[in-house]
Structures are given as structure tokens and as C-alpha cells.
């Protein structure tokens, strides 16, 4: 099972990216899925997390209202818009795939990680 997480970059204070991710080699559209970052000398936090439906979603208090979760279950994929990011939003983001069909906010309810991808927001 791979997930493959795609979309970072380097992007100006107060500017826009979209996160992908997709899965192989099975589906989650059982599943619910989540986004997490870890920004150097942190720990992992979590970041978003959306039900299995597409129905329910969650954020951390400190993305709220700039970031959003979605998810298309035909390509077996999760999205996150990132709208006015700062550079305290640098962090490598990881897709996560959960054991339950709603989102949760504890890392270690998910069982499917992606490898990460690099999110570098410049002042």
C-alpha cells in the first residue's frame, strides 16, 4: 500500500498551495484520511482530518479557516488548500490513512503513511 503525497513547495508569505495525495495499490474510501506536518525539531501535529464520506471534517485551531480538506474517493485521493500561509505553516506534510471511517486528530489512529512533502513558506 503506497500513499504518495505531492504538491509542495516554496511558496511568499500570504500565498496558496495544494497538497494531493493519492493511494495505490488499495482504496480508502472506507477510510477516513488525515494531513499532519512536522516542522523541523517538532513533532508531528496534526494538520486536517476528513470522514470517509466527506461529510465531517476537522482542523487544528491553528489552520482554521485558512486550510482545506477534501477528498474524491473515484481516484482515491485527499486534497489540502492551503490559503494564506505564513512561515510558521514550513513543515514537511504527511497524508496519513486512518483505521476508522471518520477523522481523527491522534497519529497513532492511522495505519497508512505517505512519505511527506515539503512545504517552505518564505517571509
Known amino acids: 500500500v503506497q500513499l504518495q503525497a505531492s504538491g509542495g513547495g516554496l511558496v511568499l508569505a500570504g500565498g496558496s498551495l495544494r497538497l494531493s495525495c493519492a493511494a495505490s495499490?488499495?482504496?480508502?474510501?472506507?477510510?477516513?484520511l488525515g494531513w499532519f506536518r512536522q516542522a523541523p525539531g517538532k513533532e508531528r501535529e496534526f494538520v486536517a482530518a476528513?470522514?470517509?464520506?466527506?461529510?465531517?471534517?476537522i482542523y487544528s485551531d491553528s489552520v482554521k479557516g485558512r486550510f482545506t480538506i477534501s477528498r474524491d474517493n473515484v481516484k482515491n485521493t485527499v486534497h489540502l488548500q492551503m490559503n494564506s500561509l505564513n512561515p510558521e505553516d514550513t513543515a514537511v506534510y504527511y497524508c496519513?490513512?486512518?483505521?476508522?471511517?471518520?477523522?481523527?486528530?491522534?497519529?497513532?489512529?492511522?495505519?497508512?503513511w505517505g512519505q511527506g512533502t515539503l512545504v517552505t513558506v518564505s517571509s
Open positions: 496519513a490513512a486512518g483505521r476508522r471511517a471518520y477523522g481523527t486528530t491522534a497519529p497513532s489512529e492511522y495505519t497508512y
Open positions: 495499490r488499495r482504496t480508502f474510501s472506507n477510510n477516513g
Open positions: 476528513i470522514s470517509w464520506k466527506g461529510d465531517s471534517t
